[in-house]
Nanobody
C-alpha cells in the first residue's frame, strides 16, 4: 500500500521560512511528477508547485521567487522550500505524486502551515 507522508509544517512569523518534505512509502512505481498543493481556509485547493522527472518546474504566480520545489528520485521524496512567507500563505499543504503505468495520483494527508503577521 502506497502512502505519502508530509512533514515540516508549523507556525512561523511573516518573513520566515519552512521546508516541507513528502516521502512515499510502499511500491509506488514510476513517479512522473511530484507536486505541492494548498487549501487556504474557506477556499479551494490550488496548485503551488510541480516538478517532473526531467526537472521541469511550474509555480503558482503567488509563490514565484519565494518557493522552490525539488525532488530526490532515489528516495521518492519531494521538498518545498518556502521563504519570505506571508500570512496569505496560511493553508493546509498537500503533496501529490503522479504515477505512470498505470496512471494514478497519490495524495498526502496534509500538513498545516500558519504564517502570523
Amino acid at each position: 500500500q502506497v502512502q505519502l507522508v508530509e512533514t515540516g509544517g508549523g507556525l512561523v512569523q511573516a518573513g520566515g521560512s519552512l521546508r516541507l518534505s513528502c516521502a512515499a512509502s510502499g511500491s509506488i512505481g514510476y513517479i512522473y511528477a511530484m507536486g505541492w498543493y494548498r487549501q487556504p481556509p474557506g477556499k479551494q485547493r490550488e496548485m503551488v508547485a510541480r516538478i517532473t522527472t526531467d526537472g521541469t518546474t511550474n509555480y503558482a504566480d503567488s509563490v514565484k521567487g519565494r518557493f522552490t520545489i525539488s525532488r530526490d528520485n532515489a528516495k521518492n521524496t519531494a521538498y518545498l522550500q518556502m521563504n519570505s512567507l506571508k500570512p496569505e500563505d496560511t493553508a493546509v499543504y498537500y503533496c501529490a505524486f503522479n504515477r505512470l503505468g498505470p496512471m494514478q495520483t497519490y495524495w498526502g494527508q496534509g500538513t498545516q502551515v500558519t504564517v502570523s503577521s
